[in-house]
């Protein structure tokens, strides 16, 4: 690749046109997408990788300095650093996944469960929506705690308080002589 395209691609990024993403991605992506793909060993988690590599060098154009490393090198930390996180990402939610199945949390005795009452999105309507939000991504979008405090911007403290208090909200309709 001629130094003039790696240029063109610096003085875009720093101008945040959006022609840079379409350059870097036609120069770049196949040797990054290796890079990712290397760390990760499993080609969905690299391509999800990939994605988030280019919005993070879209997010942080501002901060490369062409003084501290070249265009490939600052890339290339970008991606391998965003591949790790994904592949920590992915293994503790598989690891997390896994040991649902032998936890007892969330196993309710069957005489003490109320037939009445098993439709628990309707139940979860009567809960304040600050706790509804919150189980609803846990439960029903399938997020991790840190997941949903990212996206919803609750710091990650405050999804646990509201997830163990919601919870416990619930257990009185579906098991009220022990809530």
């Not at 490369?64 to 265009?71: G, N, Q, V």
């Amino acid at each position: 690749m001629s130094l003039t395209t790696e240029q063109q691609i610096i003085n875009l990024l720093q101008k945040s046109d959006k022609r840079a993403l379409n350059l870097l991605y036609e120069n770049y992506s196949h040797s990054l997408y290796g890079v990712i793909l290397k760390v990760t060993r499993n080609e969905e988690v690299a391509e999800d990788a990939l994605q988030e590599t280019f919005i993070k060098v879209w997010k942080n154009a501002k901060k490369y300095d062409s003084k501290k490393a070249k265009l490939f090198t600052w890339l290339y930390r970008i991606a391998r650093n965003t591949a790790i996180d994904k592949l920590r990402s992915f293994n503790n939610r598989f690891h997390k996944e896994v040991q649902i199945d032998k936890s007892n949390v969330y196993i309710l005795p069957v005489k003490s469960l109320n037939q009445d009452v098993l439709d628990i999105k309707e139940h979860l309507g009567r809960l304040e929506e600050k706790y509804q939000i919150v189980l609803k991504a846990l439960f029903f979008e399938g997020m991790t705690q840190q997941e949903a405090s990212d996206e919803l911007e609750i710091p990650l403290g405050t999804i646990k308080s509201r997830l163990k208090i919601g919870l416990r909200e619930l257990k009185k309709v579906y098991d009220p002589l022990n809530a």
